[in-house]
């Protein structure tokens, strides 16, 4: 009798332990609502005075009134607020991506194969400039992944402008499309500078850059590129891979669940 008396106690501590438990779930989850929330109000609400630093410096840059060492400074002030409306634009993809029910997400039939045909022809410019290949590689037929196509090609040109971004000039991005069983999987590889093993697991956070010799400077890098995939693919359903070597290169690739 003793000791069911001391289970029930047990028991009953283990319940009420339960309960606080489940009540510091709710609230933290409430807290991170909010958060996002406010991030994303915040963001939303840089933007208009963005807008007309931009117009305004982008009309002075041009006006041959002003004095040429002037207009080098206005120059800098409209280089800098459009990256800082680029820097917005992504965090806001995100966290709207963040907040967005599984449900948001408009699934039609889609190739990928043709996504990255189209990406290809998007990025070639980029390339071009750095005198990098893109090699194109489809295996077989591919079968289509139900996805909202604009959200997916924006995911792939972020891993294309990183294979490009982070590797040295000639060398070659092979993307291939390929049928895994259940999955179809699209993966980008490039001959780059590879990140570090200490990196690895830390790369698909947002604002996480990786601190490279003469690279910490970046002016285009927000740390946001990777965090975007990663959400749009886990939002379809799918997941990321990374394998990287330094001094070698990297292989990015996501998978959808096929049609
Ligand atoms: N293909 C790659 N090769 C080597 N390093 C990479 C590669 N892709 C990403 N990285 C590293 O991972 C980090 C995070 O990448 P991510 O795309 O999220 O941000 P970013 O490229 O720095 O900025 P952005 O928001 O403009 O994409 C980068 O800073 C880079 O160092
Ligand atoms: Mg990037």
Known sequence: AEQNVEV????????????????KAKELALTSKYKSEFLANMSHELRTPLTSINGFSE???????????AREFVQIISNESQRMSRMIDTFLSVTQLERSDKKDVVHIALRLDEVVR?????????????????VEQAN????PVAADKSLITQALMKLLDNAIRYSPERTTVTIS???EAEVVRV??????YGVPAESIDRI???FYRVARDGQEKD???????LAFVKEVIEQHGGSVNVESEVGRGSKFSFALPRL
């Open 140 to 143: 077989g037929t591919i079968p």
């Open 204 to 206: 698909w956070e947002k």
């Open 8 to 23: 029930e106690r047990k028991n009953q501590e283990i319940e009420q332990a339960r309960g606080a438990l489940e009540e």
């Open 177 to 179: 499309t390929v049928l």
């Open 187 to 192: 993966i980008v590889e490039d001959r780059g």
């Open 118 to 134: 189209d990406a290809i022809v998007t990025m070639q410019a980029i390339a071009k400039k750095k005198r990098i290949r893109l």
């Open 59 to 69: 009309l002075l840059a041009i006006d041959d009134k002003i004095p040429e060492e």
């Open 219 to 225: 002016e285009e890098s927000t740390g946001l590129g």
